[in-house]
């Protein structure tokens, strides 16, 4: 049971990990890009004192590629650039392949582009000292590669999350099993090197079940009861055979005969038949 629950805590795990490395939709990536682009523009802005005027809407120009404009002329440094949408995208989590230009709206040349890749050493950043002068400039951005990048992050919370949902699963059950464990032993009997559990006719010697038919077992429990006690063949035909109906000669010797091949393993347990009297169980 304990491995069965182990395997679908591990299944879920797998699942998450493997639900939240899933390539991101483009709908999500079109309303992260939009929300990043105008954190960008804003900060074109303020770096020229420009308080007043407008950061217009983000247009999606195609799959994946998202073109920044504004309301008024604006000067821009290249470095200054590089850091917002770098700074911007990697809090929005966009995919971390991408080429950005920036377009004069004069005569749609580009004046200034760059391209990053997941391994910097491939980053093609040039022109990063000269600033363009005040003028009407487009910013396009075009995602190269759409990869997992939601993903590090996400992926390490759900883990993380899924580990600690297991963690109190397996805590949970193991409390749930010593309780019924508990249970169990309650409605128990030690008996020498057997265990007698007297509702399921049954006796455990070392995880070994040893099945009791309805009348052993009946016999067995009074005997228990009654341990180093001489009990009278009277009582036990009474109570296991004539209480139900049932009057019997010599089916008492014959089931006394049954649970002493029961118990023989453990030589300490000693059914012992007093003469004329009764029997008598014994642990010595």
Not at 27 to 33: G, L, S
Not at 58 to 75: G, M, R, T
Not at 127 to 143: A, D, I, M, S, T
Not at 197 to 226: F, G, H, M, T
């Amino acid at each position: 049971m304990t491995r069965k629950i182990l395997y679908n805590v591990l299944s879920l795990l797998i699942i998450l990990i493997v639900s939240c490395s899933t390539p991101p939709d483009k709908t999500t990536i079109d309303q992260r890009a939009k929300l990043a682009l105008r954190e960008v523009g804003n900060t074109l802005l303020v770096e020229n004192q420009d308080s007043t005027s407008l950061v217009l809407p983000v247009k999606v120009l195609e799959p994946f590629k998202y073109e920044l404009s504004f309301e008024n002329v604006l000067a821009f440094d290249p470095a200054l650039i590089n850091s917002a949408v770098r700074t911007s995208f990697e809090k929005a989590s966009l995919p971390i392949n991408y080429r950005v230009e920036v377009i004069q709206c004069s005569n749609g040349e580009v004046g200034y582009s760059y391209e990053i890749f997941r391994k910097s050493e491939n980053n093609i950043v040039p022109c990063r000292g000269r600033l363009f002068p005040e003028g009407c400039y487009k910013v396009q951005v075009y995602f190269t590669k759409i990869d997992n990048v939601f993903a590090i992050k996400d992926v390490l919370f759900y883990a993380l999350v899924s580990a600690i949902l297991g963690f109190l699963v397996l805590v949970f059950y193991s409390r749930y099993v010593s309780y019924h464990r508990e249970d169990d032993l309650e409605d128990t009997s030690l008996l020498g090197t057997f265990r007698f559990y007297p509702e399921q006719n049954k006796l455990v010697k070392e995880a070994k079940d040893i099945p009791l038919s309805r009348k052993e077992c009946e016999l067995l429990e009074i005997l228990v009861a009654n341990l180093n006690l001489v009990v009278k063949r009277e009582e036990l035909t009474k109570k296991v055979w004539e209480d139900n109906g049932v009057i019997v000669s010599r089916s008492l010797d014959t089931y006394i005969s049954k649970l002493r091949k029961k118990l023989q393993e453990d030589e300490s347990i000693k059914i012992t038949n007093v003469h004329g009297v009764g029997y008598k169980l014994e642990i010595v």
